[in-house]
């Protein structure tokens, strides 16, 4: 497939008035196709400049053991290969790729992103299916300016979202694992259509809608809204020959289920508005939007052109008009989920405080530049003792489940992944990272996290010792450095702070041991008040 040329002025360094910070560029590599935009700034808002869409029926290559096939793995990365030279041009930071529901199942995702990262070179995110449908609420929010409360479904090809809000909030989402093209494989694979066919996939799609619909029905919504392809095709079918095109009713779409009945086989479809590529795959579509409407009792869904790619853009748009930290979506989650487990706020201020000064102690040895870095380590300081109310013996494991089966916007899967698991080694056994696949993230750095992460919570847990909190920070802070040589960690304690704490000298001998796991050798250094301000 050709690469695409962008716009001529994206391409002159020269040109101060439209350089290549200007422009932001998305790829939403779905289940049934990989969607490109290209998008310029023009003051605070986006001006779409290019879209690019590529049919690489990635999902079609999943087989029941949830491994992607080789020809599968080839149609996505020869795509990738082909996008790498049409993005060239522009600034990697401003180029965000996010994967969906088939690479988030697929076991051998490491095979593909492999191959990928030889002819593409940007990072691509997995990302759960709660934050898929997070950005596609905050892409058709953009697009569509209404006051009153909106429920906005997307059907993809491997999964379903279904997201409840107003304006900019977000109410309430679900994301079911349900899509056009895996119930096609089950029901509609020989490409016969038949009234049994149906009847079985709206049954199956209905039993998936299920787990979710009082939960919605509570919210309630004055507005119902279709995006992407599945609803894109339906509402071309259902207004073809219309001057003006209007929302759809149940009505209508069993209508449409009607008319496809009509024929024997998808290939012989030949209904106005529907395009070729789409045959195969219109009849699981119609089944699904049935499902919903009925289960649901939506009378008429509209349709909306933006989803999860213009969703992502305008996030970066965002982060870059209000700075990164003042809307960082991972910043307000974690608040969001310490504030709901009540986690003392003094005791997070004093690790951190320690742990930012020891950052720029490692800072040049360790590497530890990338943001991300720094974020989980506060992220994970902010949110380690989130399962202290439910067992105070064995906290860690308890907050990182918590941290593993949460819904945490603005995380993609590894980032969610390696933050549970600093939660969850913050103290005692230390669990293998070798059980998760990296890609984006150095192991390497993970382990180091987790080592100045233990050694802080060590040092700042007889919390209550000298009365007053922010005096002990300040304390920590000046009598106990470290610094790296090779693989060792080696901390300078204060001697008299630590003779004032037995427990916490007898702990930092067993820590030696327990830091072998992550490869670090730590070693503890007594100074006097004299030696330590090195």
Not at 338 to 346: E, I, W, Y
């Amino acid at each position: 497939m050709p690469a695409t040329e962008l716009p001529m002025k994206i391409k002159n360094n020269e040109n101060k008035a439209d350089t290549p910070q200007q422009y932001f560029a998305a790829l939403d590599m779905g289940s049934n196709s990989f969607h490109f935009v290209l998008a310029r700034q023009v003051g605070e808002e986006l001006q779409i400049m290019h879209s690019e869409k590529y049919r690489v029926k990635l999902a079609q290559g999943l087989n029941f053991d949830n491994e992607l096939s080789d020809e599968a793995i080839f149609r996505g990365v020869t795509t990738l290969g082909n996008l790498a030279s049409t993005a060239q041009h522009l600034n990697k930071e401003n180029f965000r790729i996010v994967a969906t529901h088939t690479l988030r199942q697929a076991k051998n995702i490491e095979t593909f992103l492999q191959a990928a990262a030889k002819v593409f070179p940007y990072d691509i995110e997995v990302i759960s299916g709660h934050e898929e449908a997070r950005l596609i609420y905050q892409g058709v929010a953009h697009h569509s300016e209404n006051s009153t409360q909106q429920l906005v479904i997307d059907i993809g090809g491997g999964s379903t979202e279904c997201i409840i809000g107003k304006q900019q909030n977000i109410m309430t989402l679900a994301s079911l694992n349900i899509g056009c093209v895996s119930l096609s494989q089950e029901y509609f694979s020989t490409g016969i259509i038949s009234e049994s066919n149906f009847k079985q996939a709206i049954r199956k799609a209905k039993h998936e809608v299920d787990s979710f619909i009082k939960r919605f029905k509570k919210s309630s919504w004055q507005q119902a809204i279709g995006t992407s392809g599945t609803f894109k095709c339906i509402y071309k079918i259902v207004n073809a020959g219309q001057a003006l095109p209007q929302p759809f009713s149940l009505k209508q779409l069993k209508q449409l289920k009607k008319k496809l009945l009509e024929h024997q086989h998808c290939n012989e479809l030949k209904i106005a508005g529907l395009h070729e590529s789409r045959r195969e795959l219109i009849c699981a579509g119609v089944a699904i939007a049935i499902a919903l409407m009925e289960s649901l009792e939506i009378e008429e869904l509209d349709y909306c052109q933006y989803a999860l790619r213009e969703g992502v853009l305008y996030e970066q748009l965002e982060n870059l008009l209000h700075g990164q930290l003042a809307n960082n979506i991972r910043w307000r989650s974690v608040d969001n989920l310490a504030q709901r487990f009540n986690v003392d706020q003094a005791q997070v201020h004093n690790v951190q405080e320690l742990l930012k000064t020891w950052l720029q102690q490692v800072d040049k040895k360790w590497q530890l530049q990338e943001p991300i870095y720094a974020e989980l380590l506060m992220f994970a300081v902010q949110l380690h003792e989130l399962g202290i109310d439910i067992n105070p013996s064995g906290y860690q494991k308890h907050g990182q489940y918590i941290l593993t089966h949460s819904d945490l916007p603005g995380f993609n899967q590894e980032q969610q992944q390696a933050l549970a698991w600093l939660v969850g080694n913050q103290r005692k056994k230390i669990s293998s990272l070798n059980e998760y696949q990296w890609y984006l993230l150095k192991s390497d750095s993970l382990k180091q996290l987790c080592a100045l992460l233990r050694l802080a919570t060590l040092l700042c847990q007889q919390r209550q010792s000298d009365g007053q909190l922010p005096a002990e920070t300040s304390s920590i802070v000046n009598i106990a450095k470290v610094d790296v040589i090779g693989s060792n960690l080696i901390v300078h304690i204060d001697q008299q702070w630590l003779l004032k704490r037995p427990i916490v000298d007898t702990e930092l001998f067993y820590e030696q041991a327990a830091m072998l796991a992550l490869g670090i050798d730590l070693e503890t250094v007594i100074d006097d008040d004299s030696e330590i301000g090195y």
